[in-house]
């Protein structure tokens, strides 16, 4: 069994900062790659950030500058740092891990359950 529990999303004003946080635990043979989608009202779920074990990066452009991930390979963590946050950010933000577990040599997708992060004044 594997789980991913999010932490830091809520209300923040225009122009402000948050910082999300995702652990994962369970049987955990290793862990590729790492990242953050968000979903608003009405829309798809889309990719923000994503990072690999060695360290690359990909960000939607609509938050590169703004936002950063990272991650604590030691404790399973990613991070995603929110900065300059407008309204458009408001969204339900979910966190993903590529997960091979010991039961398993195969690779399978995780997720979390999903913070809000809601940017309005």
């Known amino acids: 069994q594997v789980q991913l529990v999010e932490s830091g999303g809520g209300l923040v004003q225009p122009g402000g900062s948050l910082r999300l946080s995702c652990a994962a635990s369970g049987s955990i043979r290793s862990i590729n790659a790492m990242g953050w989608y968000r979903q608003a009202p009405g829309k798809q779920r889309e990719l923000v950030a994503t990072m690999t ?3 690359s990066t990909n960000y939607v452009d609509s938050v590169k500058g703004r936002f950063t991930i990272s991650r604590d390979n030691a404790k399973n963590t990613v991070y995603l740092q929110m900065s300059s946050l407008k309204p458009e ?9 590529k997960i091979k577990t010991t039961a398993s040599f195969y690779e399978y997708d995780y997720w979390g359950q999903g913070t809000q992060v809601t940017v309005s004044s």
């Open 53 to 55: 074990s060695g360290g």
């Open 89 to 97: 950010d408001t969204a339900v933000y979910y966190c993903n891990a």
